[in-house]
């Protein structure tokens, strides 16, 4: 077995990558999650034009390595890429892949599900809005 | 004892700095850093007390016993995904 994909990186996420990585011939399903920056206004009546992705590196990486192992005892994962990105991120660009192979869809979509609710519960990761005015706000609630 | 601590998001923004040295007698507890800070940086007050706190990247608490050279970071609300 291959070790996991687990990465914080600046660059934009290339998925194709992600998924020949988590390719194995015992999976039955490879399940793939993209956080996406979500177009909306702020009450200002201001676009949105991207988010700016703070992360405490090395603890992050030490917590998604965690997660990992963690999805591992849940389900019988195959192989498992989890990359987050760092710095602005535009809308309409994936800020955080997620893709896992397993014998069986049902435990590939389980575990994808679990691992991006569990990133954005604990992840030392911060997201904040940036918009058309040139303001910036911290992100109150979580969203992806 | 040295503590190095570190600060991120809102925190970071409201003392203009993402790193501190500090210095504490022995026995230190995040507590004691946290009022440290506080006193430095009376700014991070009505946020700094929302905040998680992770000693050496993994999430602690405040009563937990620190050592020599323990990085200490205060941790607002995490957004991540």
């Given at each position: 077995?291959?070790?996991?994909?687990?990465?914080?990186?600046?660059?934009?996420?290339?998925?194709?990558?992600?998924?020949?990585?988590?390719?194995?011939?015992?999976?039955?399903?490879?399940?793939?999650?993209?956080?996406?920056?979500?177009?909306?206004?702020?009450?200002?009546?201001?676009?949105?034009?991207?988010?700016?992705?703070?992360?405490?590196?090395?603890?992050?990486?030490r917590q998604m390595h965690d997660l990992a192992a963690r999805?591992?005892?849940?389900?019988?994962?195959?192989?498992?890429?989890?990359?987050?990105?760092?710095?602005?991120?535009?809308?309409?660009?994936?800020?955080?892949?997620?893709?896992?192979?397993?014998?069986?869809?049902?435990?590939?979509?389980?575990?994808?599900?679990?691992?991006?609710?569990?990133?954005?519960?604990?992840?030392?990761?911060?997201?904040?809005?940036?918009?058309?005015?040139?303001?910036?706000?911290?992100?109150?609630?979580?969203?992806? | 004892?040295?503590?190095?601590?570190?600060?991120?998001?809102?925190?970071?923004?409201?003392?203009?700095?993402?790193?501190?040295?500090?210095?504490?007698?022995?026995?230190?507890?995040?507590?004691?850093?946290?009022?440290?800070?506080?006193?430095?940086?009376?700014?991070?007050?009505?946020?700094?007390?929302?905040?998680?706190?992770?000693?050496?990247?993994?999430?602690?608490?405040?009563?937990?016993?620190?050592?020599?050279?323990?990085?200490?970071?205060?941790?607002?609300?995490?957004?991540?995904?």
């Amino acid at each position: 077995m291959t070790e996991d994909l687990i990465q914080l990186q600046p660059d934009p996420i290339d998925v194709a990558t992600l998924i020949a990585t988590a390719s194995d011939p015992q999976a039955g399903g490879i399940a793939v999650f993209l956080g996406v920056t979500r177009a909306e206004d702020n009450p200002a009546g201001r676009a949105l034009i991207a988010l700016d992705y703070e992360v405490y590196s090395g603890m992050a990486v030490r917590q998604m390595h965690d997660l990992a192992a963690r999805t591992r005892e849940q389900w019988p994962v195959l192989r498992l890429a989890l990359v987050h990105r760092s710095g602005r991120v535009p809308v309409g660009t994936a800020s955080v892949a997620i893709v896992v192979s397993t014998p069986h869809r049902a435990e590939a979509f389980a575990a994808c599900q679990w691992l991006i609710d569990t990133l954005k519960s604990e992840v030392a990761i911060w997201k904040k809005e940036v918009w058309s005015d040139d303001t910036a706000s911290w992100s109150k609630t979580p969203k992806t | 004892m040295r503590i190095r601590v570190k600060l991120f998001a809102v925190l970071r923004e409201r003392a203009g700095t993402d790193h501190v040295v500090v210095d504490l007698p022995e026995p230190a507890r995040p507590r004691d850093v946290c009022d440290l800070l506080l006193a430095k940086y009376p700014q991070l007050h009505g946020v700094i007390g929302s905040a998680a706190v992770a000693v050496n990247q993994s999430y602690a608490t405040l009563d937990d016993m620190l050592a020599e050279n323990d990085e200490v970071a205060f941790l607002p609300p995490v957004s991540g995904g």
